[in-house]
């Protein structure tokens, strides 16, 4: 079975564009949480949704937006980016949310 | 303030000593603690989970205890191997929101 696919692997954008992440869940789960990982630190919750419904906002400004769609991918956006977005960006899926979450390898964004 | 500590410095042992790794935690009351592993470039792994009302929970070489008056958790690996050397995380979800907080993370270097 496939586990959680993130794309794309790797992206580079300038200061003030805008990024859309993807992310395919396991087959079976509905919930997706997004995280933002800066290099030496422990991710950073962004969002969970579940069955299509925000369930869950860390303290990200409103640039950051997701949603999720009936097939429960999910798509992470990032308005106006900063070089402090910098990071590198993972979902996870679960089940329901809460319980052991299944992380994919994330993309790693750079902006310069 | 909420703050998850884990060691900031790397742990390192000799192969086959016992690896024992710390998670301490102020102001949170979580419903259960989770711990990850993550290799470089890679996506956190789900090790273990443990719940407010077990002292105590085993899988294979690992062990971890969770002390909720102590606001600590302990992480054992037994026997342990260079292909344990990792960064470790520990993780509180918390009630209701079933959100998941992450510590910073501990580097653990086993020497052959």
């Known amino acids: 079975d496939a586990g959680v696919t993130q794309s794309p692997t790797h992206l580079i954008k300038t200061r003030g564009q805008h990024v859309t992440l993807r992310c395919s869940p396991i087959?079976?789960?509905?919930?997706v949480s997004w995280y933002q990982q800066v290099l030496g630190q422990g991710p950073q919750f962004i969002f969970q949704?579940?069955?299509?419904?925000?369930?869950g906002r860390g303290n990200f400004p409103d640039r950051f937006s997701a949603r999720q769609f009936p097939n429960y991918s999910s798509e992470l956006n990032v308005n106006a980016l900063l070089l402090g977005d910098s990071a590198l960006y993972l979902c996870?899926?679960?089940?329901?949310?809460?319980?052991?979450?299944?992380f994919g390898s994330g993309t790693q964004l750079s902006v310069l | 303030s909420q703050k998850i500590e884990q060691n900031s410095e790397a742990l390192n042992i000799q192969e086959g000593k016992t690896a024992t790794l710390t998670c301490n935690y102020t102001?949170?009351?979580?419903?259960?603690l989770q711990w990850y592993r993550q290799d470089p470039g890679r996506g956190p792994v789900f090790l273990l989970l443990?719940?407010?009302?077990?002292k105590e929970k085993r899988k294979e070489r690992l062990k971890v205890t969770f002390d909720t008056t102590l606001k600590q958790s302990l992480f054992h690996i037994t026997a342990s191997q260079p292909a344990d050397s990792a960064t470790y995380l520990c993780?509180?979800?918390?009630?209701?929101?079933?959100?998941?907080?992450f510590g910073t993370g501990t580097l653990l270097a086993v020497q052959p």
């Open positions: 949704y579940y069955e299509k419904e925000e369930r």
């Open positions: 993780a509180l979800v918390l009630r209701a929101t079933n959100k998941l907080i």
């Open positions: 102001n949170y009351s979580p419903a259960y």
């Open positions: 996870a899926s679960s089940i329901h949310g809460g319980e052991k979450l299944f």
């Open positions: 087959s079976g789960h509905k919930s």
């Open positions: 443990i719940r407010e009302n077990e």
